[in-house]
């Protein structure tokens, strides 16, 4: 069996797909995987594992029509998790929002 070569740009938006899908409670063409491998730059950054699928978990229900939330203000990957939804959504064309919500964010942990 032959696969037919697909450029890393048309694999990528097959797997976004697939991944929306499910989270839509749609049939993805296959089961996107979540492997252990994939917590490291979490681990590294300092993020628990909990604050990371909640941001996850927040940017897929933005994707599926999630127009409002309850979150913890205090819970960095999921406050920031807002902004880059609307990036990946479109609703924020250059990341203008994005950078500012970021740029308040370090400028919080760092101080005046």
């Known amino acids: 069996m032959t696969m037919a070569k697909k450029s890393p740009h048309e694999l990528y938006g097959e797997r976004v797909k697939r991944t929306l899908d499910a989270a ?3 049939v993805p063409d296959r089961v996107p995987v979540f492997g252990p491998y994939q917590k490291y730059p979490y681990q590294f950054a ?3 594992f909990q604050q990371a699928m909640n941001g996850l978990c927040l940017r897929m229900a933005c994707a599926a029509g999630l127009t409002s939330a309850i979150v913890n ?16 959504l479109g609703r924020d064309r250059r990341a203008l929002g994005f950078l500012k919500a970021y740029r308040a964010r370090a400028k919080e942990k760092t101080g005046p």
């Open 24 to 26: 839509a409670m749609q």
């Open 46 to 48: 300092g993020v628990t």
């Open 73 to 88: 203000p205090h819970s960095g990957p999921v406050v920031m998790a807002l902004p880059a939804a609307d990036v990946l």
